[in-house]
């Protein structure tokens, strides 16, 4: 079956670095994905990595996955207060039926 | 550029009461969902639609019926509204189904209907 894990709460200090840990169960993903919450708002795209890479990096972002352990993680650089979100770890795969299977969310709180 | 529209985005029932919530996408996506998110469950699939004229169950399909009216609209019914549907209601679209390998298909969200079911 399928299954995204992540822990629901981190709290990090402005200008530190926050990292955003994730499981998964499916071998067959062929994607995986980031998605930010702000409050009151839908989900919002903020990368993805193909299951063939190790590592994916956008300005303050770091994806990095171990398709081993099946275990992806997102590294921001310099966390500011507009950081403070939920964050949603999602994977896609091939087989037919639903392609999405998102984990619970962690909420990031950033401190002053 | 609009992307994903909900309508409405907050609504009040009493139990029993119907409604009918409204999604529209203007980036010519061929599948659409609607999930709900509940606190510490992240999301969960109630409908989705792979194409303009389907329409399949999701995890959570129980209370609810959907309609793909055309390539852009997919709204959502709750006949008989119950508490337990008490959630946000969040509407997505992607180009199709990541029915290929290799193929990045990302979900676009809408903003959320929020609705509580008294």
């Known amino acids: 079956g399928e299954d995204v894990e992540q822990s629901l709460f981190l709290s990090v200090r402005e200008g530190d670095s926050s990292v955003i840990n994730c499981t998964y169960t499916?071998?067959?993903?062929?994607?995986l994905y980031w998605y930010k919450q702000e409050p009151g708002a839908g989900l919002q795209l903020l990368t993805y990595?193909?299951?063939?890479?190790d590592m994916k990096q956008d300005q303050r972002l770091t994806v990095l996955l171990n398709k081993k352990d099946k275990h992806l993680s997102l590294r921001i650089a310099d966390t500011q207060t507009g950081d403070s979100a939920i964050y949603f770890c999602?994977?896609?795969?091939?087989?037919?039926?639903?392609?999405?299977?998102f984990g619970p969310g962690t909420r990031l709180s950033v401190l002053p | 550029n609009a992307g994903v529209t909900q309508t409405p985005k907050f609504q009040v029932l009493k139990t029993g009461q119907s409604m009918t919530l409204q999604c529209a996408q203007d980036m010519n996506h061929n599948s659409m969902y609607w999930y709900r998110q509940d606190p510490g469950m992240g999301l969960r699939l109630i409908y989705y639609s792979a194409s303009e004229g389907t329409t399949d169950k999701g995890e959570v399909p129980n209370g609810y019926n959907v309609s793909r009216l055309n390539k852009r609209e997919f709204s959502l019914r709750l006949e008989s509204a119950a508490p337990s549907q008490t959630s946000v209601y969040f509407c997505?679209?992607?180009?199709?189904?990541?029915?290929?390998?290799?193929?990045?298909?990302?979900?676009?969200f809408g903003d959320g209907t929020r609705l509580s079911i008294l």
């Open positions: 499916d071998s067959s993903s062929t994607y």
């Open positions: 999602a994977e896609s795969m091939t087989s037919y039926g639903q392609n999405f299977v």
């Open positions: 997505a679209s992607s180009e199709e189904r990541a029915s290929r390998v290799y193929s990045n298909q990302p979900q676009h």
């Open positions: 990595i193909f299951s063939n890479m």
